[in-house]
């Protein structure tokens, strides 16, 4: 490996942690409670504060700090639910029902600039929309007869940029044009997390750190939720605990939630400083960037505009995000060769949660209510789907909603662990990238 990539200062461990790590919480763990979550990212604080605004008090327990996990890892885009409307759902749940689940989705991102403006939280937020660049002309052609019912069932435009004018959208001659939508936004995630656990602390929501759940097991009309740190009793359970649902040596705090998930490392670099001119001219109007590929690249200026920080599935093995690190700089050379004397300050990785059927998911199993499955653009949906659960659990939804109590199907042996065919499947969409290239 050459070290020579790396900076001086190089850290494994997040760049938004440098302004927003997740602080520590010496809270004591209560022997009672109305509503227990498990699960101290989006979903289960976005939760804990609906809850709270209808008069029930949560208790909000995370294995590690609340805000740990992908909350305060990822890559800062706010997705109007584009990859939901994007989806070929018509086969499965038909033209009308298609609909419904996309605009379903297409609600998180009006919800999040709601939340996030009601609650006052500092979190560097500009709507910015995105570029979603085409990596073969097939895939523009797909892109184009999306684009409309995406603008639709959004509410903001979106529009095919050709590749004679992608420079309009992105410092590359990569790839062959692409859609530019409007639903999109930045965000900075770990400043969101911080600010959002604050909320559902003021509200009155009670947050304790390093508590793992061993099991729930039913206890009269309620629960009994044995950890690591005792028993709490509880009226109703919500799991909200999505690509860290599976832990192969310590358990799931709900296994059958964990069968339907398939947890999956994203990893990201940030480079050293390059300077606002060189942002503008990789970033021109400083978009959101995640491609067509199977084995997708994610990028974007970070919100100081001095950085790139660049983003993928740099390996479907475990492996450390140092030793990925070099896997996602040459591919963001690939796009920007000016980039190729630039090194890397800050390399980390954190789970995302994919499902058999591509959508998210809320419901209840034996009682224990969950919400997981955001296929990698949790910002807004894990927000959202955390206030739709928290309406269920209080009896105050007043509509249906369309993501509420669908199949969520598993697959036969699975237990939640991907590691022994996920190596063999990364492989297999690496060659079909590689060849669809080749054929364009």
């Not at 269920?392 to 909603?401: H, I, L, S, V």
Request: aromatic content about 8%; hydrophobic content about 45%.
């Amino acid at each position: 490996m050459a070290l020579s990539i790396f900076a001086d200062d190089f850290a494994e461990k997040p760049w938004w942690w440098e302004a927003a790590e997740s602080v520590a919480r010496a809270g004591d763990l209560p022997d009672s409670a109305e509503v227990v979550i498990v699960g101290g990212g989006y979903a289960g604080l976005s939760a804990a504060l609906t809850l709270r605004r209808l008069g029930i008090t949560p208790v909000v327990i995370d294995a590690e700090r609340i805000g740990w996990g992908a909350s305060s890892r990822n890559g800062g885009m706010v997705s109007g639910g584009l990859k939901v409307a994007s989806g070929a759902l018509e086969a499965t749940h038909g033209k009308e029902g298609a609909r419904r689940l996309a605009e379903a989705a297409a609600a998180s991102f009006p919800f999040i600039e709601e939340t996030i403006a009601r609650e006052g939280i500092e979190c560097d937020y500009v709507r910015c929309g995105r570029y979603v660049p085409a990596w073969t002309p097939k895939h523009y052609a797909g892109l184009e007869a999306k684009a409309a019912f995406v603008a639709e069932v959004t509410g903001l435009p979106t529009r095919m940029v050709p590749r004679a004018e992608q420079h309009t959208m992105l410092g590359s001659d990569l790839y062959h044009g692409g859609m530019a939508a409007a639903a999109t936004g930045s965000i900075h995630p770990g400043k969101y997390a911080r600010g959002l656990a604050a909320a559902a602390a003021k509200a009155g929501a009670i947050l304790v750190d390093g508590v793992r759940v061993k099991e729930t097991l039913p206890d009269g009309d309620g629960f009994r939720v044995v950890t690591d740190r005792g028993e709490v009793r509880t009226k109703a359970v919500l799991v909200a605990t999505n690509g860290y649902s599976f832990d192969k040596a310590k358990g799931s705090a709900m296994p059958w939630l964990a069968r339907r998930l398939v947890p999956l490392a994203s990893y990201i670099i940030a480079t050293e400083e390059l300077g606002e001119e060189v942002i503008e001219r990789l970033f021109p109007g400083r978009r959101m960037i995640s491609d067509t590929k199977r084995v997708l690249n994610y990028f974007r200026p970070s919100p100081d505009g001095k950085r790139v920080l660049w983003g993928g599935r740099a390996s479907f093995r475990s492996q450390t995000a140092t030793d990925a690190a070099p896997v996602l700089r040459a591919a963001m050379v690939a796009c920007f060769p000016e980039l190729e004397k630039v090194r890397i300050t800050h390399a980390w990785c954190g789970n995302v949660a994919f499902t058999f059927d591509t959508l998210p998911h809320i419901g209840v199993e034996k009682g224990v209510h969950y919400a997981a499955g955001c296929q990698g653009s949790g910002v807004a949906m894990a927000t959202w789907l955390g206030h739709r659960v928290a309406l269920k659990m209080a009896g105050a939804a007043n509509e249906p909603f369309a993501l509420d109590g669908l199949n969520f199907p598993t697959r036969a042996f699975y237990k939640g662990d991907p590691s022994l065919v996920l190596p063999v499947i990364g492989e297999w969409y690496r060659l079909r990238d590689k060849l669809d290239r080749m054929a364009a």
